[in-house]
T-cell receptor, first 115, second 111 residues
Framework: DAGVIQSPRHEVTEMGQEVTLRCKPI?????LFWYRQTMMRGLELLIY????????DSGMPEDRFSAKMPNASFSTLKIQPSEPRDSAVYFC?????????????FGEGSRLTVL | QKEVEQNSGPLSVPEGAIASLNCTYS??????FFWYRQYSGKSPELIMS????GDKEDGRFTAQLNKASQYVSLLIRDSQPSDSATYLC???????????FGTGTSLTVIP
C-alpha cells in the first residue's frame, strides 16, 4: 500500500490567499484525521471523519477553516483567507475505525508558510 | 487542563543507557494509549500501543500503563543514537476514535 498521500508537500502563499491541502487515506481505512503541528502547540486535532462523515470538528480554529471528504479516498482542508498564524505543518492520518482501533497512519505532511 | 501532558525535555542519555519517558492524561475514560516517534522533519510513526494496566515489552521498548494514576511511560533500553527523536504520547477516549497527542519529549542519545 502507498500509505497516506498528502499534497502539496510545501506551500508558500501570501496572507489573504486561499490554501487547499489534499489527502488520500489508506484504502480500506474508514477514519480520517486532520492535524496541525507547531512548535508551540504540538499536534492539534482539527477534524475527524468516520465513513466520510465529519464526527468532531471542534478543533477547527475558526470559520476560515473548512474540511470535506466527498468520498472514501479523498479529503481536503481549505483555509480562506489564510493568515501568517496559520503557518504550520498539516498532517492527514487514517485508521481502521472506532473503538480499540490500533494504529494511526500519518502522511508526510504539508508544510504551509503564509507570508 | 490539556488532555495529554508530557515533559518537553530535552532529555539526554548516553548510548547504552535506559531512557524513561513519561505521560499523564486527564480523562479517566481514556481507552487506548500509544507512543509515537517523530524524527525531525518527518511524520510520527507508531512504536508501541498499550490497552491494559501493566507492562508491554517489544524489543528494547517497554510501555507501562497505570490507569489509576492516569500515567503512561515508555522505557527504551540500550539507547542508541538512532533513538534520538521526539516521542509523542497519544490517547483515545470515549466512544469516538479521536487520538489526542501530547506535545512530545525530545530525546537525544549521546554516542
Amino acid at each position: 500500500d502507498a500509505g497516506v498521500i498528502q499534497s502539496p508537500r510545501h506551500e508558500v502563499t501570501e496572507m489573504g490567499q486561499e490554501v487547499t491541502l489534499r489527502c488520500k487515506p489508506i484504502s480500506g481505512h474508514n477514519s480520517l484525521f486532520w492535524y496541525r503541528q507547531t512548535m508551540m502547540r504540538g499536534l492539534e486535532l482539527l477534524i475527524y471523519f468516520n465513513n466520510n462523515v465529519p464526527i468532531d470538528d471542534s478543533g477547527m480554529p475558526e470559520d476560515r477553516f473548512s474540511a470535506k471528504m466527498p468520498n472514501a479516498s479523498f479529503s481536503t482542508l481549505k483555509i480562506q483567507p489564510s493568515e501568517p498564524r496559520d503557518s504550520a505543518v498539516y498532517f492527514c492520518a487514517s485508521s481502521l475505525g472506532r473503538g480499540r482501533t490500533g494504529e494511526l497512519f500519518f502522511g508526510e505532511g504539508s508544510r504551509l508558510t503564509v507570508l | 487542563q490539556k488532555e495529554v501532558e508530557q515533559n518537553s525535555g530535552p532529555l539526554s542519555v548516553p548510548e547504552g543507557a535506559i531512557a524513561s519517558l513519561n505521560c499523564t492524561y486527564s480523562d479517566r475514560v481514556s481507552q487506548s494509549f500509544f507512543w509515537y516517534r517523530q524524527y525531525s522533519g518527518k511524520s510520527p510513526e507508531l512504536i508501541m500501543s498499550i490497552y491494559s494496566n501493566g507492562d508491554k515489552e517489544d524489543g528494547r521498548f517497554t510501555a507501562q500503563l497505570n490507569k489509576a494514576s492516569q500515567y503512561v511511560s515508555l522505557l527504551i533500553r540500550d539507547s542508541q543514537p538512532s533513538d534520538s527523536a521526539t516521542y509523542l504520547c497519544a490517547v483515545t477516549r470515549g466512544a469516538g476514535n479521536q487520538f489526542y497527542f501530547g506535545t512530545g519529549t525530545s530525546l537525544t542519545v549521546i554516542p
